[in-house]
């Protein structure tokens, strides 16, 4: 490695020079990388126990408030070390970077090796302990013709196209060695692999980052047979560009959902009951340039428009709720309510009205009378429903508090009273400002739209490819040499050979590899194998 | 037949048809072992090798009863049977004793057959822990991204079981034997015959007395320390099985599993123990778990990469550190530690295999914590 360290006169500046040097090689030696991997795995342990401030906020919030979790004093403590963020922690930052670092300093040299590998080696010749496989064999041809013939048979080895072996020949004496064929492979392969598999991780990296930079994603919900929306900044309810994400990128195109369909299995006694079957909105999309088309959005389709994708995100019902007060209309509009399990909420303010109204909205979808009443289930369909409505007058205190689209603040509200409603009835509350009637008016459904603009899902795949690849090369090429090299002469003349190889990996493959091999340049030269031991005589080596 | 008879049918094909067959399989299978005087090669006589023929019909019959399970199951719900907990760690067992067979015969190490039927039994009746009667599959679900993404996770983690086996046979066999034990070749490369006579047993085939064997395993036997094996099997188990204590209701039932799966492992760890003497060398065992984990490693990745692109497709983003892709993460950074500290020589041994018995560790307790503790997008009907 690099940051060679003068010895040691006692210079402030040497002293640095060598701390910096010290810790670079700490840094990029292979051990300190996987302590860092281990760290990695330890964090994201951490993050797979603790939940994720960017996954599920209500829950860190309960951890907080010690409703769920060790407990509000340990959760302090967590989120004191940020283990609420992990991924979004300094400390993760620092180790993301100190892997690419070491990554980096290990990856250079590597790099260079391995193009000088690739340009100018030359396969070695045969030495004693060069190999680890040998097979000797017996023919009735020269030397010169196993020789050439080893070099035919490695030669018609080929890899697309390109010959599998690189092939030396060498006449006897040359490097002091003796006459043989010497070859090599796995040179491109086995460390060009393991070179892909870690430099994907820069593709996947930038990608990654220059996609949170570039990307664009906003939700919006959208009433059964209303208006929809424009894509435009203002008219998403969550709304999460990048940085550099401007808002004239927005297309203008608009959405209308004219239908929604969902069901499940409704016997409570079937296999699965319960289950959703069906999850599909039908939607129109105009374009800005006034061109419409029809289009379907299901759970593993996606719809793309413009090359953004929509997604259905959640769904839930829709109420229309006109709330008067003395006769005059203070609220008409449909509700969004929110699945809760079992039932459905909502809320309604209406600060037109004097003073303000508000209304909790609870729906039970399926709720068919029985003889004390609406008998609630807790199945989501539709099929009697019945809302259960709670007035509040007083003061909303919106814009004064921290409001939620479903929840009343009822701190500054006073309850008017409780009652059942059906679809189309009317109930009537005596309130300070003058009658308030509440009138469910009708029931219809909405659906949650993710839209997404994510320009690097090419760049991704190009990673996952890369990396793929690169492993699986990293794991099954292999680098071996094989040498074929001749021995001498058997006393009534015959020629005595030596196919040797070695592998560097993958012993058992090779060792198969180069008994196919030696049978096949032993049929060429109508050679029979002799082991070892069985050496005819007069061969001298 | 009706669904309902199919799905019996499905039920009685698993438990007892196939598991009693893998049970059959690994006791024979290893009881052929101790007929064999040459740990592995049936040179004491046609007993050992009989016994062995025995043991892998057994074995292959109970691959088929399981295929047939596998079938039957699908045509009850109409669906592949890849969809909740139950019915990928079933296809977990399979693959891994379909595999581990195959694997072992290709190497001609058909000694190692008994302990890969060890395996399969052991994942079978997780499995069957988690039994659920076949159902219809949820929409979100009901796309080829999941035979792909599922497939390769689920056969990634029956490779990784079957090379953990054969990391914890390692350890096994390198405390039996201690360094004495290891073969010539041991650290560099053998010379010639992937069989060479490379066990533990030093002996000269066929020329030891089965009386004079049997000394000589139960010496090797001795130097595994049951006590510690069954105490430190005991507590690993626990770094897994704490999850069922916590996540079932009530709480007692959670425990009484968390025994059972403990105890199921101890037990398991103690078979192996007693045949750890008719083990093949340290370096076969270690090669072999090598290029298991290698394997599943490449199916792990990329299944995770088939998993990202389906989330990206589903739910409109490829990664959001949900506890299941975190999970997948940990453990896939688990096994890179493991294969990168061979390759690059730092660790190798008995520390890279505790490295590979922490990573299993890591797959089994985030499967089951992303699947039972916490909620996420995964959490669909258990999967």
Known sequence: MSGGVPDGSPSPARFVWGSVGMGWRWLTRMRTALWMLLWLGVLTAVAT?????????????????????????????????????????????????????????????????????????????????????????????????????????????????????????????????????????????????SLTFHLSFYVLLAAIVFGQLLTFEGQRG????????????????????????????????????????????????????????????????????????????????????????????????????????????????????????GFFAGAVKAPAAEPDVGLELFLYPFAPDGPDGPRLTGAPWAEAPILLVSQWTGDLQLGLTQQFINELDVSALEL?????????????????????????????????????????????????????????????????????????????????????????????????????????????????????????????A | MTQAELADLSRILYSPVTLAHYVGAAVVLLGALTQNVDGGKPAGGVRGLLTRRVGLALAWTGVATHVAHEVVRGLAQSRLPLGNMFEVTSLMALVGVAGGLWYVRSRRR??????????????????????????????????????????????????????????????????????????????????????????GLAAEPGSVAVATEALTAAALRARIPAVKLAVGTFLGTSLVSWVWAVSMDPTADGVRRMLTVNATMVVAALVARHFAPYLPSTDVLDSVAHRLVAFAFVLWTVGTIAGAMWAEQSWGRFWGWDPKETGAFLAWVAYA???????????????????GVGAFVTLMATYLVANYVIVGLHSYAGL
């Open chain 1, 49 to 193: 126990v603790v939940p994720q401030a960017p996954n599920v906020p209500s829950t860190v919030e309960a951890w907080l408030a010690g409703e769920e979790g060790p407990g509000a004093g340990v959760s302090q403590l967590l989120l004191q070390v940020g283990a609420f963020d992990v991924y979004g922690a300094p400390i993760f930052l620092a180790l993301l970077l100190a892997l690419f670092l070491s990554l980096t300093a290990c990856l250079i040299p590597r790099i260079r090796a391995w193009v000088r590998l690739v340009r100018y080696s030359r396969p070695p010749l045969l030495r004693a302990g060069s190999g680890n496989i040998a097979a000797t064999y017996v023919t009735s041809r020269t030397p010169d013709e196993v020789l050439d013939a080893a070099d035919a048979q490695l030669a018609a080895s080929r890899v697309l196209g390109w010959p599998r072996w690189r092939v030396r020949r060498a006449e006897t004496g040359e490097e002091g060695a003796p006459a043989q064929v010497a070859a090599e492979t796995g040179l491109w392969s086995r460390e060009g692999g």
């Open chain 1, 222 to 341: 959208v009433i059964e047979g209303e208006p929809g929306f424009t894509d435009a900044a203002v008219s998403y309810w969550m709304y999460d560009p990048g940085r550099w994400f401007a808002e004239d990128e927005h297309t203008g195109w608009r959405l209308d959902l004219d239908g929604f369909a969902v069901d499940w299995i409704r016997d409570p006694l079937a296999p699965g009951a319960g289950q959703p079957t069906t999850f599909r909105s039908d939607v129109s999309i105009t374009r800005a340039d006034g061109t419409s088309f029809e289009g379907v959005v299901e759970g593993n389709r996606p719809l793309t428009v413009d090359g953004r994708k929509i997604h259905q995100l959640d769904w839930g019902y829709a109420t229309r709720m006109i709330v008067r007060e003395d006769g005059r209309v203070v609220h008409d509009a449909f509700v969004t309510t929110q699945d809760r399990t």
């Open chain 1, 416 to 540: 008017g009273g409780i009652g059942w409603l059906r679809p189309g009835d009317t109930l009537a509350f005596d309130g300070p400002g003058g009658t308030i009637e509440v009138e469910f008016a009708e029931l219809r459904r909405w659906v949650g739209f993710q839209v997404s603009y994510r320009p690097q899902l090419p760049w991704l795949l190009l990673a996952g490819g890369l990396l793929s690849v690169g492993l699986i090369t990293a794991l099954y090429a292999y680098r071996r040499r094989v040498w074929v090299v001749v021995d001498g002469e058997t006393k009534d003349g015959r020629t005595l050979y030596r196919v040797v190889g070695r592998a560097f990996q993958r012993q058992d493959v090779a060792e198969e590899e180069h008994a196919a091999l030696a049978a096949a340049l032993a049929g060429r030269l109508d050679a029979e194998r002799v082991d070892e031991e069985r050496v005819p005589e007069g061969a001298d």
């Open chain 2, 110 to 199: 058909d000694e190692l057959a008994g302990f890969v039927m060890l395996c399969g039994t052991l994942v079978l009746g997780l499995a069957l822990l988690m039994y659920a009667e076949p159902g219809p599959l949820m929409p979100i679900l009901d796309t080829w991204w999941r035979h792909f993404h599922v497939s390769l996770l689920v056969g990634g983690m029956g490779v990784f079981a079957a090379g953990f086996v054969f990391i914890a046979l390692y350890l096994l066999a390198d405390t039996a034997r201690g360094e004495d034990g290891r073969g010539p070749g041991a650290g560099g490369g053998r010379v010639h015959g992937p069989d060479g006579p490379e066990s």
């Open chain 2, 337 to 355: 530690g493991y294969l990168h500290g061979r390759a690059t020589r730092g660790v190798r041994g008995r520390r890279a295999a505790w490295i």
